[in-house]
Antibody, heavy 122, light 108 residues
């Protein structure tokens, strides 16, 4: 069974750093892209970026480039999303999701983590 | 960037009725158009991929269609559990992925 299990809720202050995780199991972790998706309170879904754990090839949305860092440790089948200096506007639910293939192309998010709620408040 | 525009923003229908949700792309999409369902407090769930293919375990009352810039998600006869927010998503200009802003399907 494919599973993505994310780390728990976090409450942080502005300016603090944070790294949240997403552990994959039940499939070949190195052969599928993992994406991160932000959902701000009562808002829609925003793609932040994706990583291919096999070689750590990482692609960012222009809206998030330079704001976050996506990484992966294939030895423990875990992907990460991190901030070096949080802002109140980073308050959101963050989902990781696996990109399933259509033919040879990674195309749709077929499995999702349960979400990690990040609250940034002074 | 390919922008996806969903309409209507909110759709109010009764159980048993037919729902038609629209997703319009700012430029032509070849095939990689997916739909997701999200219920309150839950992660999104894939329901349609490649425009018209139902994901595993999705009931036959859900169907997807369209081509070019206009795509539709149809729910043939609404069940109480279908009331949720629906998002379309594309990846045709890889590596960029975009979502529509969502359609809220509510009980009338």
């Amino acid at each position: 069974e494919v599973q993505l299990v994310q780390s728990g809720a976090e409450v942080k202050k502005p300016g603090e750093s944070l790294k949240i995780s997403c552990k994959g199991s039940g499939y070949s972790f190195t052969n599928y892209w993992i994406g991160w998706v932000r959902q701000m309170p009562a808002k829609g879904l925003e793609w932040m970026g994706t990583i291919y754990p096999g070689d750590s090839d990482t692609r960012y949305s222009p809206s998030f480039q330079g704001q976050v860092t996506i990484s992966a440790d294939k030895s423990i089948t875990t992907a990460y999303l991190q901030w070096s200096s949080l802002k109140a506007s980073d308050t959101a639910m963050y989902y990781c999701a696996r990109l399933g293939y259509s033919g040879n192309d990674a195309a749709q998010f077929d499995y999702w983590g349960q979400g990690s709620l990040v609250t940034v408040s002074s | 960037e390919i922008v996806l525009t969903q309409s209507p923003a909110t759709l109010s229908l009764s159980p048993g009725e037919r729902a038609t949700l629209s997703c319009r792309a700012s430029q032509s999409i070849s095939r990689y158009l997916a739909w997701y369902q999200q219920k309150p407090g839950q992660a999104p769930r894939l329901i349609i991929y490649d425009v018209s293919n139902r994901a595993t375990g999705i009931p036959a009352r859900f169907s997807g269609s369209g081509s070019g810039t206009d795509f539709t998600l149809t729910i043939s006869s609404l069940e109480p559990e279908d009331f949720a927010v629906y998002y379309c998503q594309q990846r045709n200009n890889w590596p960029k992925i975009t979502f529509g802003q969502g359609t809220r399907l509510e009980i009338k």
